[in-house]
């Protein structure tokens, strides 16, 4: 068996409970607020630190456009300031089409508090994973486990992560099985014509205001596909920069399925919102255009967030932008297609939060070459080619999502495209018990 070393252990009964997956999110509410609310019950179960945690056995991507499987076994504590959470999913088996199976995965994710320490601890276990998309052979892998645990010790952050391994075995057309050696740490070692494995893949970035584990237990890219599988996968994030609210939220410019459901676009452009918000700095991230089996052409695309606060107010918004989308060789062309959610919380009543989706829009369509109005506010068909649907606008608690534009497609596939998505929450949580 293989195991990475841990750079801090968890201390005490804490050390007996990596077996864990978690996400989690919390906030300190600041003297100005409580002054603000001074009668506020606080409680006991609050910290000053913000935790989110997640993870799952494993997850399909590929394609130029990631193609997402979905994740198998998935947990998560969301955002969140309170030790005490506990989440688990477990699945007995799971195939992976045209990959192979999994079988055994449990994820379990937990907020906890050991003295003066306080973290959140995130764990994925999985008896055997059996992979094989070649005639060349099947790659087998017994007992994985991954721990990520990020925390404070009442003085510093500090992020660990653990990863075991029991066994990698290749099994060959013909001929006996072969035991490889295990790699080393973040080392890929190749399967010449199969797959290439990275093994206790981690990051484990920290800074005085918080600190972040990701792990994966393996890393594995077939190489006749160009899909990558990653397994038992475990991530905990904790962060103090939160005075008066806490967000969860994100941006994506291109989602959706094919194939009648089956097929997930995966969400593309991808931003998520941190727990304590971006200190007011504007995060960008982009995409560049991308051809989709030649019957959709996506322009360049880019996702925006935004999230701040002070002892009075939290505010924020995420956009996400998509410059043109092509249907049928310009059948159907859609331009300047703007996704947005804004979102204000003053305190910590219902009343206290405003939201909107203020900046969405959609520029121009093109139907076989004539210009078309396109309302914001109902849905229109063009028979044969696609179902189109402005402004999906949904509340969420403590905020709003926004999908600028869907495509449904008239063609029996099922095809959905959700372009220009954005999603923005942010809540209130409870004061921290003092003494």
Known sequence: ?????????????????????????????????????????KDPDATPFAMKGWGFGTRVQGGQVPVDSGASAHQIVACTNKVGKDRTNE?????????????GIKTQVRTVRDGATVGVVSTNTIGKITLSDSPLGTLVLNAVSTTAYAYNDGTTFGATTNTDLAKLQFLPPIGPPLNLDLPSPGQPVEIPGFAKVTFAHSWKPKTDNGARAFANGLK????ATNTTVRVAHAAAVIGSDVRHGIFTGESYALGGSALAHVVQLGKNALLKMPCSGTAGITKTRGLAGVDLAGQIVVGAAKSDQMADQNAAKAWGFERSEVASVNLGNGALVIDGIVGQVNVTRTGPKPKDLTRDTTGTSVGSMTVNGQAQELPLDQPIEIPGLAKIEPKVVTKVPNGLKVTALRITLLDGTGAVLELGNARLQVRKVPEPKVG
Do not use: E, F, W
Request: charged share 10%.
């Open 91 to 103: 699945v007995a088996d799971v195939v992976l089409p045209s990959l192979g199976t999994v079988s």
């Open 1 to 41: 068996m293989y195991r990475t070393t841990k750079t801090r252990m968890l201390r005490g009964g804490l050390a007996a409970a990596t077996a864990v997956t978690l996400i989690g999110s919390g906030l300190a509410v600041s003297g100005a607020a409580s002054a603000a609310n001074p009668d506020a019950p």
């Open 220 to 223: 594995v890219r077939l190489l």
